[in-house]
């Protein structure tokens, strides 16, 4: 696994994640529109190896992964006309827009055969670290008040619940959570964030984080 920027050409795998991970959302996230916009930075987990296949018919045939299945038959199916060619494929993404002193996470998710093997973890442990060569001095967030699994992961990052927002989902009207971390220059919120990385890293092995090689752009 390694971390870099979002490009142009990522688009649509990125859409095809958001449409899996949010199937109710609308309007949908415009990621050109975004790429575009100087307030917000959009990163990826890729990998160059081939895609982990699902176990056995069951998984074939669920109807939960039935697209994400398509979607993976689409880039690395059977062909005709010869082998297919490694391609760097995405696993998760993630969206902040930083304001002044804040970052705010606008998305995150992982693609479904990617879940619940630290894609989520990587994702953050970037934003965090892509906040603070910003400058930012909080990260906030919503999240549904249904969604315990993403509320547990970001308290493990520091998030405390700071209230909700009635209504603010708009398929369902469903309450959002919000969530704000501290100071995350502190050195307890370093100190957090590397424990974290190391525990990860011991889980599911060492990523590469090519943002800081990148250019990233100034707000």
């Given amino acids: 696994m390694y971390v870099r920027l979002m490009r142009r ?12 991970a949010f199937p109710t959302e609308w309007p949908p996230t415009n990621f050109t ?7 917000a930075y959009y990163i990826t987990v ?7 296949s699902p176990p056995g018919p069951k998984a074939a045939s669920d109807n939960r992964h039935g697209g994400a ?7 690395f199916g059977d062909r005709k006309d010869g082998p297919v060619e490694p391609q760097e494929h995405i696993l998760g993404y993630a969206g902040m827009w930083i304001l002044a002193d804040e ?5 995150i998710a992982s693609h479904p055969l990617y879940r619940h093997k630290g894609v989520g973890e990587v994702l953050l ?8 060569r910003h ?16 509320q547990n992961l970001y308290l493990k990052f520091g998030f405390k619940n700071m209230g909700v927002r009635k209504g603010y989902y708009l398929d369902n009207r469903e309450d959002a959570i919000i969530m704000s971390t501290d100071y995350i220059g502190s050195a307890e919120s370093r100190d957090r964030l590397r424990q974290l990385k190391e525990a990860r890293e011991s889980k599911w092995g060492r990523t590469r984080f090519e943002i800081e090689k990148q250019n990233v752009k100034l707000a």
Avoid: G, Y
């Fill in 135 to 150: 400058k930012a001095r909080i990260l906030t967030l919503e999240v549904r008040v249904s969604n315990t699994i993403a």
């Fill in 103 to 107: 970052a705010h996470i606008m998305s």
């Fill in 125 to 132: 442990v970037a934003l965090f670290d892509l906040a603070q």
């Fill in 46 to 52: 890729c990998e160059d190896s081939p895609p982990v």
């Fill in 9 to 20: 050409d990522d688009v649509d795998q990125v859409a095809q994640i958001d449409r899996e």
């Fill in 33 to 39: 529109r975004e790429l575009d916009n100087r307030l």
């Fill in 69 to 75: 299945l398509e979607w993976f038959r689409n880039l």
